[in-house]
C-alpha cells in the first residue's frame, strides 16, 4: 500500500493505526508520519472519554445525554479521512494541534 492508503488506514480503528504503522514503516514520508499522530491522539482521546463518561454515568445516569458527544468524535475520525485522502497536513480541528509534537516513536 501507498502512504496515502496508509495514512487513510490509520484512522479507522487500532487495527487499521497498527497496519498503518507496521506498513509503512520502512519508507514511511511525512504524511504518513503525521496522520499517524493525529490519528493516534484522536484514540487516545476518545478512549479516555468514553472511561470516564462511563464511570460518570454509572455514577449519576442522568448524564447519559453527555453520550452524544461521541458523535464529535465520528466527525473528527470524518475529518482526519478526508485531510489523508486530500494529502494535506491539516490538524484535527479542537485536538490536532496537541498531537503534531506528541509520539517521537513515529519519527
Known sequence: MNNKTLSIVSYITLIGWLIAYFGGK????SLLK????QSLGLLIVAVLFNI????LISIVPALSLL???G???IALLIIGI???ANEVKKPLPLIGKM???KF???N
Open 99 to 101: 498531537f503534531e509534537d
Open 82 to 84: 478526508i485531510n489523508a
Open 67 to 69: 453520550s452524544l458527544i
Open 52 to 55: 470516564v463518561l462511563g464511570v
Open 104 to 106: 517521537s516513536f513515529i
Open 26 to 29: 520502512e519508507n514511511a514520508d
Open 71 to 73: 458523535f464529535v468524535f
Open 34 to 37: 503525521y496522520h499517524l499522530k
